[in-house]
Nanobody, 124 residues
Framework: QVQLVESGGGLVQAGGSLRLSCAAS????????MGWFRQAPGKEREFVAA????????HYVDSVKGRFTIARDNAKNTVYLQMNSLKPEDTAVYYC?????????????????WGQGTQVTISS
């Protein structure tokens, strides 16, 4: 059974940091694109960051550039999202996703596997 399990969400004050983790199991994800999306109440699911299996391709949405860093450990089938200088507008449910393609997709519909999400709340 393929599973992506996110952890690390929580409530922090603006300016703080969080590190999200996503542990994948059920198949080998080491060659997959791994990405992070988020969805705030009443809004569409938004691309946040993604990287190819080798790290040669990394993309961020403009609003998080310079604040968030995506990383992966292929030996552990785990992807991370380090989030610094958090803002109230970063509040959302954050989802981990995986796609077996070679090109990093930026639209959520192109990803095949999803986690259940972890809540991130930033207080002002």
């Amino acid at each position: 059974q393929v599973q992506l399990v996110e952890s690390g969400g929580g409530l922090v004050q603006a300016g703080g940091s969080l590190r999200l983790s996503c542990a994948a199991s059920g198949r080998t994800f080491s060659r997959d694109v791994m990405g992070w999306f988020r969805q705030a109440p009443g809004k569409e699911r938004e691309f946040v960051a993604a990287m190819s299996w080798s790290g040669a391709q990394i993309h961020y949405v403009d609003s998080v550039k310079g604040r968030f860093t995506i990383a992966r450990d292929n030996a552990k089938n785990t992807v991370y999202l380090q989030m610094n200088s958090l803002k109230p507008e970063d509040t959302a449910v954050y989802y981990c996703a995986a796609d077996p393609g070679l090109i990093v997709p930026l639209r959520w519909r192109e990803y095949d596997y999803w986690g259940q999400g972890t809540q991130v709340t930033i207080s002002s």
